[in-house]
C-alpha cells in the first residue's frame, strides 16, 4: 500500500498592489485650503501605498527595516484615524481597531528585530573568546524571532488582513462632494495638537521622582503620537505655522530616539535575564555582560530625556 503523499502547502494569495485596490495611478494630493477630511484621505493613502511597498520585504525577513517601515505606515494611519477618524465616519473606527489588531503581530517580530540587532551590536565589542557564547545566546532570540515571523505570515495570508487593505482604499475613496457638505469637514486640522499634548504634559507632570520604566515607554507612545498629529496639522498650515510645527517634529523625534533607546536597554536586559536560567556558567558570564551594557544605556537616556522635554514645550507653545 502506497503511503498517502503529504498534501501541498497552500500557496501564497497574490501581493495586494495599489491598482488591484482601485487606488489611483498617482498619489492623491490636496492643498493647504483643501478640507480636513480631504487631507486625512490624501494620508490614508500616502501611507497605504508604503504599507503595500513594504509588505514583499516584511514577508521575506530579509531587511527589517521592511517590517519597521510597513509598522510605521499602519501607526500613522492608526494616528490619523484617532485623531481625525471623525471626518470619515463609522468605518474609519473599525479601520483603526483592525490595524491595531494587525500592528500586534507587526510588533512581535520587529520587537525582536530590535533586540537581535542591538545584541549584535554590544557582542561584537566583547573579546573574540565571549564572542561564540554571545551568538549562541543570541540563536536563541533568532529562533524566536523565525516563530514570530511565521505567525506574521500566516496573519498576511487570512482573508481578514485583505479585507483590511480594501477598507482602507475604501476610505481614500470618499466622495469629494460628501466631504465638502459634511459640518466636521471645515475645522483645521492643526487643533487637534492640543490633545496629544496636553496628554503628554498630564503623564510628564504625574511621574515621580524616579519614574518607572513603563512610565517613560508610555510617554514614548505619548510623543509619537503628538508627532503623528503635528506632521498631519503641517499639511494644512502656511509657511510661517508649518515651519513652527516642523520644530515640533524634530523635538519629539529626539524624544521619541532616546525614550526609545530606553526601553530597547530595558527590554533587552529582561529577555537576556529570562534566557539564561539554567543555562551554564559561560552563557551567565556573558549575559551578566550584556546587562550591565543595557543599565549604562538606559542610564543615559534617563538623563537625557528632561531636555528634550524642555524643547518640545517650547515648541508647541511656538506652534500653538
Excluded: C, N
Excluded at 492623491?28 to 511597498?53: M, N, Q, Y
Excluded at 514583499?56 to 527595516?65: F, H, K, L, V, Y
Amino acid at each position: 500500500m502506497t503511503p498517502a503523499s503529504a498534501p501541498s502547502p497552500l500557496p501564497a494569495p497574490e501581493p495586494a498592489t495599489p491598482a488591484a485596490l482601485g487606488l489611483a495611478a498617482e498619489p492623491l494630493k490636496a492643498g493647504p485650503r483643501a478640507p480636513a477630511a480631504t487631507h486625512v484621505r490624501v494620508k490614508l493613502d500616502h501611507e497605504l501605498r508604503k504599507l503595500l511597498a513594504r509588505a514583499a520585504g516584511t514577508r521575506s525577513g530579509t531587511d527589517p527595516e521592511d517590517l519597521h517601515q510597513m509598522r510605521v505606515a499602519l501607526r500613522r494611519m492608526r494616528s490619523v484615524l484617532k485623531t481625525s477618524g471623525r471626518l470619515l465616519g463609522p468605518a474609519g473606527k473599525q479601520v483603526r481597531a483592525e490595524l491595531g489588531r494587525f500592528g500586534q503581530s507587526l510588533g512581535e517580530v520587529r520587537d525582536y528585530d530590535v533586540l537581535i540587532g542591538h545584541l549584535r551590536e554590544v557582542i561584537a565589542t566583547f573579546e573574540i573568546h565571549d564572542q561564540p557564547v554571545g551568538y549562541r545566546l543570541l540563536s536563541v532570540f533568532a529562533d524566536e524571532r523565525d516563530a514570530a515571523r511565521g505567525r506574521l505570515i500566516q496573519t498576511m495570508d487570512d482573508a481578514r488582513y485583505a479585507t483590511l487593505l480594501q477598507s482602507i482604499a475604501q476610505l481614500t475613496r470618499i466622495p469629494e462632494h460628501e466631504i465638502d457638505e459634511a459640518p466636521a469637514a471645515k475645522p483645521s486640522l492643526a487643533v487637534d495638537l492640543r490633545k496629544p499634548y496636553r496628554k503628554l504634559a498630564e503623564a510628564v507632570r504625574a511621574l515621580p521622582s524616579v519614574p518607572p520604566d513603563d512610565d517613560l515607554h508610555a510617554l514614548r507612545i505619548h510623543g509619537k503620537k503628538l508627532r503623528y498629529t503635528a506632521e498631519l496639522a503641517r499639511t494644512t498650515a502656511k509657511k510661517k505655522q508649518a515651519a513652527k510645527l516642523a520644530e515640533l517634529i524634530k523635538a519629539t523625534r529626539k524624544f521619541q530616539t532616546v525614550l526609545g533607546d530606553h526601553q530597547d536597554a530595558v527590554v533587552a536586559a529582561e529577555k537576556v535575564r529570562a534566557a539564561i536560567a539554567g543555562t551554564d556558567a559561560e552563557v551567565g558570564f556573558v549575559a551578566g555582560r550584556i546587562a550591565e551594557h543595557q543599565r549604562t544605556k538606559r542610564a543615559e537616556a534617563r538623563a537625557a530625556w528632561p531636555e528634550l522635554w524642555s524643547r518640545i514645550r517650547k515648541a508647541a507653545r511656538a506652534a500653538s
